[in-house]
């Protein structure tokens, strides 16, 4: 198979709500509770690391592990752009306010965050994270909590966000082709219809299989 059938067939990747990008890398074949708790590691590093070198080294390491997982660099920008946007906006303010070190280490911790979550959700299968997820809620058990239904809660968040957006985009397209893109209501009433009949379907097919209580 060629490069480029291979870039066709292969799913673009969208970001930590988006689609599984498949491979053979070491990340891919680590489990989705190792990578949990890579995360979490991850996540606590950001809030103990202190000073601008720590933050921007603790970037650095994360960019590498996505790199190794064989994310494309385009489409990793793409989806990480509006992070990287309110990065800058909160590192300018944090430069106004605390001086450029502050700015430099809130700003890269944000945007570590984010790539860690893009780089576990990017490598690892939707219903692997949700097995797994669904073992570590196993205790909710105890207080009459179902951990299968919590952990399709988040399945059901995680899948809707990117239809949302893609909702979002339609009604976008086809109000810029009557020429409404400026318009509120040719934006807004659309999506909203879209989003309720979505809610709607999604909730007789859950009541169906008897999963609507």
Request: with cysteine.
């Amino acid at each position: 198979m060629s490069r480029r059938q291979d870039r066709h067939q292969r799913p673009a990747w969208s970001g930590p709500l988006g689609l599984y990008a498949s491979g053979t890398t070491w990340l891919h074949r680590l489990g989705p509770g190792a990578k949990s708790v890579g995360l979490a590691v991850v996540g606590l590093l950001v809030l103990v690391v202190r000073g601008p070198w720590g933050a921007v080294l603790l970037l650095a390491a994360v960019t590498v592990a996505a790199a190794s997982a064989g994310l494309r660099r385009r489409n990793v920008l793409r989806s990480l752009l509006p992070i990287l946007v309110t990065a800058g906006v909160v590192g300018l303010y944090q430069w106004w306010q605390r001086g450029p070190a502050i700015a430099v280490e809130v700003a890269a911790g944000l945007v570590t965050v984010v790539l860690a979550a893009c780089v576990v959700t990017a490598t690892t299968r939707s219903d692997h994270l949700l097995d797994a997820l669904g073992r570590a809620l196993a205790p909710l058990r105890h207080v009459g909590l179902p951990p299968r239904t919590v952990a399709l809660s988040v399945a059901l968040m995680i899948r809707s966000v990117p239809a949302l957006l893609a909702t979002a985009g339609q009604v976008r397209d086809a109000a810029r082709a009557r020429g409404l893109e400026r318009s509120p209501r040719a934006l807004l009433v659309p999506a909203a219809v879209r989003t309720v009949a979505r809610a709607r379907s999604t909730g007789e097919a859950l009541a169906a299989r008897g999963l609507g209580d």
